[in-house]
C-alpha cells in the first residue's frame, strides 16, 4: 500500500473515491493540512494563498461526497433514471443477443424467427405488406449462410417496418395520381359538345375566309394597272 492509499484508507475515503486524479488530489490537501496546523500565526498570514486554497479544499470534499451520493440514490430502483438505465441496458443485451444470434443457428431457423417477429406487426401493416417485406429482407445471400438484412451493420425491424409503410404509402399515391392525369388526357381526346361546336366555328370562319379570298382575286382580274390608268387619262384629256 503506497502512501496514498494508507492516508486516505486512514480517512475512511479509500472506497469512496476511486478516480486516480481526485485521490492525488485529496492526498495533497491533507499533506498540506497537516503542515499548515503546525505553521504560526505570521506564518499563516504570509500564506494567504494556500490559506484559501487550504480552506477551500473542505468544499472541494463536500462536492466530492454530494456527488458520490448523488451516483448512490440515481442507482436505487426508486430513482425515475433508474427505469430507463434498465431499459436501455435491455435493448443493448437484446442488440448483442441479435448479432450473435446472425451466425448461430440454421439458415431455416432464422428465417423462421425473422417471420415470426415480422407476425407481431401484422395488425399495424396486414399481412400483404410483411409478406413482401419478408420476401425482400429474408432473400439468401449468394453463400447461403445468411439473410438479407443480417449483412446489414445496424439492423431495426420496427423502423425498417415504418420506412416500408412510408414508401408503399407513396408509391400509391403516385399510382393514383398518374391514373388520374391519365383519364384526364383520355377525357380531353373525346369530342365533347363544346369541341364541336368549336369545329363547326372553325369550319365556318375557314370558308368565309376562302370566299373573300376569291372575290378578292375577281377583282383583280378586272382590275388595271397604274401604266393603264394613266395612259387612259392621258387620252381622255387630248381628246378634249
Not at 13 to 39: G, W
Not at 87 to 109: D, I, N, P, Q
Not at 198 to 214: D, F, G, H, S
Request: proline letters at 1%.
Amino acid at each position: 500500500m503506497n502512501k496514498i492509499d494508507s492516508l486516505l484508507t486512514d480517512r475512511g475515503l479509500t472506497s469512496e473515491y476511486k478516480e486516480q486524479a481526485v485521490r492525488h488530489l485529496l492526498y495533497h490537501l491533507y499533506i498540506a493540512l497537516d503542515i499548515y496546523r503546525y505553521m504560526t500565526y505570521s506564518e499563516k498570514n504570509k500564506a494567504g494563498y494556500w490559506y484559501r486554497m487550504f480552506r477551500s479544499s473542505f468544499s472541494l470534499t463536500g462536492f466530492l461526497k454530494e456527488r458520490k451520493r448523488k451516483r448512490d440514490k440515481e442507482k436505487s430502483p426508486l430513482h425515475p433514471s433508474y427505469k430507463e438505465r434498465e431499459t436501455m441496458l435491455k435493448e443493448k443485451g437484446e442488440k448483442m443477443s441479435l448479432c450473435k444470434g446472425r451466425e448461430s443457428g440454421g439458415l431455416e431457423e432464422r428465417q423462421k424467427a425473422f417471420w415470426d417477429e415480422l407476425l407481431l406487426y401484422e395488425k399495424k401493416y396486414g399481412r400483404d405488406m410483411l409478406l413482401k417485406f419478408y420476401a425482400k429482407w429474408a432473400e439468401e445471400t449468394a453463400d447461403k449462410t445468411k439473410m438479407l438484412w443480417e449483412t446489414k451493420k445496424s439492423w431495426s425491424t420496427k423502423l425498417r417496418l415504418l420506412a416500408w409503410s412510408k414508401r408503399k404509402f407513396q408509391k400509391d399515391d403516385e399510382a393514383a395520381e398518374l391514373h388520374l392525369q391519365q383519364v384526364k388526357i383520355r377525357k380531353s381526346r373525346q369530342p365533347t359538345v363544346d369541341t364541336v361546336q368549336q369545329q363547326a366555328i372553325i369550319r365556318e370562319r375557314e370558308e368565309a375566309n376562302a370566299r373573300l379570298e376569291r372575290q378578292i382575286a375577281e377583282r383583280k382580274k378586272g382590275a388595271v394597272s397604274r401604266e393603264e390608268y394613266l395612259a387612259m387619262k392621258n387620252a381622255k384629256d387630248g381628246e378634249a
